[in-house]
């Protein structure tokens, strides 16, 4: 694929507590790709050199349909087999934390965050793939031993958000639990890890384990191929690091096929990496699809609230023969989307006179079934 030209600054970033940095979100400042930087940032030293307190963040932003950010190194393209466990939970990494920025509104449900992970690139992955994370402190069912690992999906491409390889984003909602008889939260019983993440601070330590997984690698086998990503909340995930592969990055891979993402959230201000997914649609209109299913805000075809599966109703006839022609569907997100998932794809295919459990197994055997639910 040949190199267009892009526009590109880099700028250091203290690492230590800065109120005004940390109050440019993603969702709010960042990510508009019509801008000349993709993050706004207040006045930043930019000859400062990258040292143990500072971090040089790369971003470059799409000027035109066909410029593609510079990535490096291209080294990582040449591995057969993804990498797997090259950390184990007994000698896990110690990574540092380069930001953590709130990527959702004021009205949405809960708080999602998006950290970047600076790993210096000794813990390379592959899209799709997830990293384990080991919360400080101990594990209060086995005194003196550390916390169970807590898997997260990568929200990046193996170049990370600065397109170095040095590092790797996650995208955390804040597990909060709010007692029923007072309605105030009980920090006690809250997600360890989730807020562990969520509360961190540039320049703080990670211990990392992984990369693990192989269901949700993207197969790069056919370029021409259609890819059905089916997401809810922060199960976007690994989609965001297949579209930022697709359309963003000037890889050695030229995408061809058809990217059509689901996302199910509660509301507009929900939606994560929205203006990425909006970017793509407008730059790649032949080769993106993007359909949101914002449960408190819009009604389905029976006047009810629209959850991603009733999306995936009002396309099936077009997703079923989708897959009927080789295409690859995603699922991930919560596990309590799939059921009701499920049910709608039995009921399609009862009605198209087609027997589901058949077609399901036909799917699995062909390896176009992708789930990771948590």
Known sequence: MAHSAISQVSVA???????????????????????????SM????LKAARSRSQYIVCMSV???????VSVSPLSLEDAKEPPLNIYKPKEPYTATIVSVERIVGPKAPGE????????????????????????????????????????????STRYGDSFDGKTASLCVRRAVYYDPETGKEDPSKNGVCSNFLCNAKPGDKV????????????PEDNLNATHIMIGTGTGVAPFRGYLRRMFMESVPIKFNGLAWLFLGVANTDSLLYDD???KYLSDYPGNFRYDRALSREQKNNKGGKM???????????????????GAHIYFCGLKGMMPGIQDTLKRVAEERGESWEQKLSQLKKNKQWHVEVY
């Open 13 to 39: 970033v203290p690492l230590q507590t800065d109120s005004s940095f940390r109050r440019s979100t993603f969702k709010a400042t960042s990510l508009t790709f019509s801008d000349k930087l993709c993050i």
């Open 42 to 45: 207040p006045s930043i030293d």
């Open 62 to 68: 799409q000027q035109a349909s066909k410029a593609k």
């Open 112 to 155: 999602t965050c998006h950290i970047v992970i600076d790993h210096d690139g000794n813990l390379p992955y592959w899209e799709g793939q997830s990293y384990g994370v080991v919360p400080p402190g101990e594990n209060p069912k086995k005194p003196g031993s550390p916390h169970n690992v807590r898997l997260y999906s990568i929200a």
């Open 207 to 218: 211990k990392i384990t992984g990369p693990s997984g192989k269901i949700m690698l993207l």
């Open 276 to 278: 990425e997914f909006t």
């Open 307 to 325: 959850y991603v599966q009733d999306k995936i109703e009002e396309y099936s006839d077009e997703i079923f023969k989708l897959l009927d022609e």
